[in-house]
C-alpha cells in the first residue's frame, strides 16, 4: 500500500500534466501544492517564445480530502514576452481543468458545489462549512456554472405553448417597494422554463428575444393574463402564435364582475351596503361556487335567495 500522501494526491488531482509538488496536513485543512507542466509557451499577441518572469501561489477551495476540508495552491508562471515591442508585456498562465479565471474554487469543487446545491436543495452555507470556505465563494460558483446550464439552448426541448404570469417576488414594507417576478412556462407540460425580474412583459419580452427563431417558431399558443402589455409582448415576438386567456385570471375577472353587479343591485334595492340579513350578503359565496361543488340544499338556498334579494334578475344573470 503506497504511504506517500503526495503520490496519493497526484492520483487524487488525475490531471494529466499536472505536477504535485508536496501534499501536507495543516491543522484541520489538508494542503496540496501543485503546478502546470508547461516549460515554454508562446505569445498570446506575437507568437514569440516567452520567458518566466516570476511565480505567483494562487490558493484555491478544494474538494475534502481523507474526511477534512482541502485547499489547493496553484504555483503559476508569470510570463513575460520576449519581444520588447509587444504590447502584452506580461500575463499569468491559466489552466481551466483546475480552476475557471477569477475563480476562488477548482473546477471540480466548483461543479460539484453546483450540483449540491441545484440538484440536492442544500443551502449555499451548509456546501460552504463542507468545504472549509465563505459563503461568497461557492455562491460565485454556482452563480458561474449555473448561468451557462441556463443559458444553454438546448436546456429545453421543443415547446408549443408557453405561458407568462408575475408574481409578487418579495413584499420589502406594507406599502411600497414591492418587487415582482415573471415565471415564463411550458404550458403544454407544466415546466418552468425561466424566472425575470419584474413585471410588465418587458422582461419576458427581452427573453423571447434572445431565444432562437427557430424555437420561437414552433410556439402555436400564448397562455397570458388580461394585461395589455403581455399582449404586445406575444403579439410583437410571437405574432403567429394564438393568443389564449389564462382560465385562472378569466375566473379571476368573471368573479369580480358578478360582485361587481351584486353590489349594484344591493344599493338599488336597499340603498345601502350588504349587511349579515341581506339576501345577497348572504349568498356571496354561493355565488362564486361552481355549480358541480353545490349541494343541493345549497342550490335551494342561493335560488331562493336570489329570488328575494334579486327582483330583476340581474345577478342570475350574471
Known amino acids: 500500500m503506497n504511504q506517500d500522501p503526495t503520490r496519493t494526491c497526484a492520483v487524487l488531482v488525475d490531471l494529466p500534466d499536472i505536477v504535485v509538488l508536496r501534499a501536507d496536513r495543516d491543522g484541520a485543512m489538508f494542503e496540496v501544492h501543485v503546478e502546470t507542466g508547461a516549460t515554454s509557451q508562446g505569445c498570446l ?13 494562487v490558493k484555491y477551495c478544494d474538494l475534502p480530502v481523507f474526511g477534512v476540508a482541502s485547499t489547493l495552491f496553484w ?4 510570463w513575460r514576452c520576449a519581444e520588447d515591442d509587444c504590447p502584452k508585456k506580461t500575463w499569468t498562465e491559466e489552466d481551466r481543468r483546475i480552476a475557471a479565471p477569477r475563480m476562488k474554487i477548482t473546477d471540480r469543487a466548483g461543479r460539484w458545489a453546483t450540483r449540491a446545491v441545484g440538484e440536492a436543495g442544500r443551502s449555499v452555507n451548509e456546501v460552504a462549512g463542507t468545504l472549509g470556505c465563505d459563503w461568497h465563494t461557492v455562491n460565485d460558483a454556482v452563480l458561474a456554472y449555473d448561468s451557462a446550464l441556463i443559458e ?6 421543443t415547446v408549443t405553448a408557453l405561458g407568462v404570469d408575475e408574481t409578487v417576488f418579495v413584499r420589502l414594507a406594507p406599502y411600497y417597494r414591492t418587487s415582482f417576478i415573471t415565471s415564463i412556462v411550458d404550458v403544454g407540460i407544466g415546466q418552468l422554463l425561466d424566472i425575470v425580474e419584474g413585471r410588465g412583459g418587458q422582461g419576458s419580452k427581452e427573453w423571447l428575444k434572445n431565444r432562437d427563431p427557430a424555437w420561437k417558431a414552433s410556439i402555436t399558443h400564448g397562455t397570458l393574463d388580461l394585461s395589455s402589455a403581455y399582449k404586445a409582448v406575444f403579439t410583437t415576438e410571437l405574432p403567429d402564435a394564438t393568443l389564449v386567456a389564462d382560465p385562472f385570471h378569466v375566473v379571476k375577472v368573471a368573479t369580480e364582475k358578478l360582485d361587481d353587479t351584486r353590489r349594484r343591485v344591493q344599493n338599488e334595492t336597499l340603498g345601502h351596503r350588504g349587511r349579515k340579513d341581506d339576501p345577497l350578503f348572504r349568498c356571496r359565496r354561493l355565488l362564486t ?3 358541480e361543488r353545490l349541494s343541493a340544499d345549497g342550490k335551494t338556498k342561493l335560488k331562493s335567495l336570489l329570488e328575494a334579494g334579486d327582483p330583476k334578475g340581474d345577478v342570475a344573470t350574471a
Open 45 to 57: 499577441d506575437c507568437g514569440v517564445l516567452a520567458r518566466v518572469k516570476e511565480r505567483v501561489v
Open 75 to 78: 504555483h503559476k508562471r508569470r
Open 152 to 157: 444553454h439552448p438546448e436546456r429545453f426541448d
Open 289 to 291: 361556487k361552481a355549480e
